[in-house]
């Protein structure tokens, strides 16, 4: 397992006044001295040390301006935050600013000597396959002789340690911590997921991307946002910001990618299966290894097989492929790279047996991608057996959906816990039921007893499919996490574990 990601200053030796911060952001009242040093910025007063610039607002979970103190005995020299603290100490600076957060964007970016203006940042967005496409496009890149960075929703690579993930997107000034490790060792890409969560709270407001992919959109983290409107004009803030030199990379087919096409600035690229789009692709024969698919693009015709499966992935593939040509790649190695890769942990994982029938492992977690999943497995095997629930404390609506959902497509369903969180898991698998019509389903509340009955249940040229937590390496219950890997349950349960 790659170590927790811990935010450190690389090598490089970063220093700048305040003075020089200042002057990229308008508008900044500030109280104290502007001749100050700086030797790091952070919203985090755990990681602030001497010298550093603390950025201080409200957060989901914790205010921010409650750590001040804090940041200030650890040695912080500036503090920035929305509204001018009662007490001002002597020989620390206080910026007062109604935007904090694009503030510690442009700070950071300063600080760190806008390195991302000389590097090349691929974004992928959309609500399913952005991990899958960063995982490809890299691998792409590796193909074809370049070495690249990665922030994904499972880990982050800076050029020399691989770090588990906090966050899909994390905060900017992590972001240009893992760009200042990778740009020390002379790579100049970077892969990384731009969540919406990322989009909304600026998290990577200012960043240079050379290139912005967009796989799909259906409604997920509606806890979150409004509304699927909501939802999408965070999406859509990726492909806005893009400048004439970037390129935008999009699905056709959806809906979205039609309303990015007619409003970004920058160089367009579609790709489509169903519409005409630069790109075009095709599924051929598939099976449970593989699967063969066809490609028409700007330079000829194009054959492959891959170990990825399904039309989901074909999109995927179409995505990464118009990535890379952005990057210069050429179709060749784009295909070699895309024939080579094994796929990503947790995305249609198969866990290996001589049982006779198939187990995979997904992170299928919303009622589109449980769909996909399904509509791809089915054909495939004879019976299809599935374990799944849904988190707590997050979207509600979701749930008789994927209930619904999960009954019609699968043969037998076995609902059970899933990140239960605060809630009681007993009610959320009752929400789920709400959606059923079908007879075909059991409730096991006990997520690895779930795991068992179903590989019990399994017979030969049947599919096991365990969706929701993926790559995921443990349960959340309560404020708690606990170790459990549905890989590993699954791999005790074919030994009769």
């Known amino acids: 397992m790659g170590k927790r990601f811990c935010f450190s200053l690389p090598l490089l030796d970063f220093e700048m006044k305040l003075a020089d911060l200042l002057k990229e952001k308008k508008g900044i009242k500030v109280f104290g001295s502007t001749d100050v040093s700086v030797r790091g910025v952070t919203a985090d007063s755990r990681e602030v040390a001497p010298g550093y610039v603390f950025f201080a607002y409200p957060g989901q979970k914790v205010n921010g301006r409650s750590f001040i103190s804090e940041a200030i005995k650890k040695g912080a020299k500036v503090i920035v935050t929305d509204s001018c603290p009662e007490k001002l100490l002597p020989n620390v600076s206080y910026c007062i600013t109604p935007e904090v957060k694009k503030t510690l964007a442009i700070f950071t970016k300063t600080f760190y000597n806008k390195i991302d203006e000389k590097m090349k940042i691929i974004g992928i967005t959309g609500t399913q396959g952005k991990t899958t496409v960063a995982y490809l496009l890299r691998h792409i890149l590796l193909t074809a002789g370049y070495d690249s960075g990665l922030i994904s929703t499972i880990k982050y690579y800076d050029g020399k340690d691989w770090m588990r993930a906090e966050n899909t997107t994390p905060e900017i000034y992590k972001i240009f911590s893992i760009l200042a490790g990778l740009y020390e060792k002379g790579i100049d890409y970077c892969v990384m ?48 910001n893009l400048t004439e030199e970037s390129f935008a990379v999009y699905n056709l087919d959806d809906p979205m990618g039609v309303e990015i096409e007619r409003t970004t600035k920058a160089k367009k690229i579609s790709y489509a299966i169903k519409s005409m789009g630069s790109i075009r692709g095709k599924v051929g024969k598939i099976t449970l290894s593989g699967m063969e698919f066809y490609l028409n693009t700007e330079d000829g015709e194009r054959r492959g097989r891959t170990f990825l499966l399904g039309e989901m992935n074909l999109y995927n593939i179409l995505c990464a492929y118009g990535l890379s040509r952005t990057l210069g790649i050429k179709g060749e190695l784009i295909m070699k790279g895309i024939e080579t890769f094994r796929g990503v942990k947790g995305r249609l994982e198969r866990v290996e047996n001589d049982r006779g029938f198939e187990v995979f492992i997904d992170y299928a977690h919303t009622p589109k991608a449980l769909e996909n999943l399904l509509q791809t497995v089915k054909p495939l095997a004879k019976r299809v057996i599935l374990v799944f629930g849904c988190g707590g404390d997050r979207d509600r609506t979701k749930r008789p959906v994927m209930g619904k959902i999960a009954t019609e497509l699968a043969d037998w369903v076995i609902i059970t816990s899933d990140n239960p969180r605060s809630e009681n898991p007993e009610e959320i698998i009752e929400e789920i039921i709400k959606g059923i019509e079908r007879n075909n389903y059991e409730k096991v509340l006990n997520r690895r007893e779930a795991i068992k009955r179903a590989i019990h249940l399994a017979k030969r040229g049947d599919a096991v499919i365990i969706a929701g937590k993926g790559h995921e390496e443990y349960q959340i219950i309560g404020n708690q996490q606990v170790k459990f890997s549905d890989r590993k349950e699954a791999e005790l349960a074919l030994r009769g574990k």
């Open 193 to 240: 997921e731009v969540s919406s969560h990322a989009l909304s709270l600026e998290r990577v407001f200012g960043l240079n991307f050379a290139a912005a992919g967009f796989t799909n959109l259906s409604a997920e983290h509606l806890d979150f946002h409004k509304n699927l409107e909501d939802y999408k004009l965070a999406k859509m803030k990726l492909f806005q």
